[in-house]
């Protein structure tokens, strides 16, 4: 076996051998520094990009999109309510989740209207279904919105954006068409808790 200080030797004695190898190692180590450093400095100044790299992360899969949080947000500072409801709607049920709220309105024919707000404190999945529905890119109250319209008579359409303020994921769903879903998501009311 060999002594801590045999093993210091040697590993001195390697390095002499090799000395272009360890400076390669310690110049990328350094330029990898550099560059995290540099998008540190970006992630903390600009909201837009924490929210598209940090707090939701978006992937899609055959049939479905899923929105992904890290659990990092901790502003849990405000509530959001849908301030217009079509008149055809009632209130089913307003349930409280660990991490914001998922309200539920009905029409006389049974078709949902689904409004759903997460605020990112806990790792937690988001899923939209996705297939059969044509994605649009769009813009609620000036945050980047994911539009998802759909023609089947079993499937509703879905808006899923993210507030750039508060970090907090927001979603709709209901039988809609694209104004419509931009119509409810811009009269959500944020009101502090």
């Not at 995290?36 to 978006?58: E, H, L, Q």
């Not at 009632?90 to 409004?115: A, P, R, S």
């Not at 996705?130 to 769009?138: N, R, V």
């Amino acid at each position: 076996k060999m002594t801590d200080f045999e093993k210091k030797i040697s590993k001195l004695i390697r390095r002499a051998k090799h000395p272009i190898r360890y400076h390669a190692i310690r110049a990328a180590a350094a330029i990898l520094l550099l560059i995290v450093t540099a998008f540190g400095v970006v992630f903390a100044a600009s909201p837009d990009v924490r929210a598209d790299v940090i707090n939701w992360f978006k992937s899609t899969f055959m049939h479905y999109s899923q929105y992904s949080s890290d659990g990092q947000n901790s502003n849990t500072e405000y509530e959001y309510s849908l301030s217009t409801i079509p008149s055809e709607y009632t209130e089913l049920n307003i349930i409280d989740t660990e991490d914001g709220q998922t309200c539920l309105y009905v029409n006389k024919e049974g078709k949902l209207l689904k409004f759903i707000y997460a605020r990112g404190g806990i790792k937690d999945n988001f899923f939209v279904k996705t297939d059969l529905h044509t994605h649009i890119e769009g813009f609620v109250n000036g945050n980047k919105a994911d539009i998802y319209i759909t023609d089947s008579d079993k499937e509703s359409s879905a808006i899923v954006w993210q507030d750039s303020e508060t970090d907090t994921l927001l979603f709709i769903s209901a039988k809609a068409d694209q104004d419509l879903l931009i119509t409810l998501a811009e009269s959500i009311k944020k009101t502090p808790k």
